[in-house]
């Protein structure tokens, strides 16, 4: 069996990451999913209704990958003007803090991070016109893509721990985990399943992920150096 790599540890966290915010705001998502789907397919044909939803989805995903990117690309630069050893060590403190408020906020033993919404409200009536305008109406890929982009306090948690991670590889890693956890719920809620929705409504699940996550936000915090150079395949000296 192949040893646990750091980047299965960090696509893990924002798989759990994306998980929660399911959790956090499966009304909202699948309602925009659901209204995508119908409106782009007013058929009622279920390949193309099918494939509009995958297509979205896969735009929404691209553009939480393309943020991380570019973010982790801006956290390595500013890594790179300090002490290695010591701003190191800052953004795994960071990063491992950012994933405990994270984890706490979904268990609802934080402030919750919906606030966050509303600070940039005035910014999701911008994305939504862009959302339905006519590129946006000719390609739901590029719907996607602006809904990638909608504030959310959730992806913006996450986008803040993907810039903490050193790398644009590993900030688009984190949020590719992201958006791939946030699938099952979007998805399922826009067909209108609701097996799916009522898990995620109910408190033990929440708390239960929340703490999954904070157990890895501490784990990320205090690893020690060489055993995360191991799991790397760093040397060693």
């Known amino acids: 069996m192949p040893p646990v790599s750091l980047t299965d540890f960090t696509l893990f966290a924002g798989l759990l990451a994306g998980l929660a915010s399911s959790l956090h705001c499966v009304g909202m998502c699948g309602g925009i999913a659901s209204s995508l789907m119908i409106g782009m397919s007013p058929s009622e044909d279920g390949v193309a209704r099918a494939q509009t939803l995958l297509l979205s989805q896969l735009g929404r995903v691209t553009g939480y990958v393309f943020a991380g990117g570019v973010l982790g690309a801006l956290g390595s630069n500013t890594y790179l003007l300090f002490d290695h050893g010591e701003a190191y060590a800052l953004l795994r403190w960071l990063g491992g803090l950012t994933l405990v408020y994270i984890g706490l906020s979904v268990a609802g033993w934080a402030p919750s991070l919906a606030g966050l919404d509303r600070l940039t409200h005035g910014l999701s009536g911008v994305f939504a016109r862009l959302g339905t305008g006519p590129a946006a109406q000719a390609s739901p890929l590029f719907a996607g893509l602006v ?88 040397p060693v000296s």
């Open 147 to 234: 809904w990638g982009f909608l504030p959310c306090g959730m992806v913006y948690a996450t986008l803040f721990y993907a810039m903490l991670s050193g790398s644009a590889a590993t900030g688009a890693l984190i949020m590719a985990g992201f958006g791939l956890g946030t699938l099952p719920a979007v998805m399922s809620s826009a067909w209108g399943a609701g097996v799916f929705v009522r898990w995620a409504r109910q408190a033990r699940h929440r708390i239960g992920v929340g703490l999954a996550i904070v157990a890895l936000g501490v784990v990320s915090a205090i690893m020690p150096w060489k055993t995360i150079a191991a799991l790397c395949g760093i």
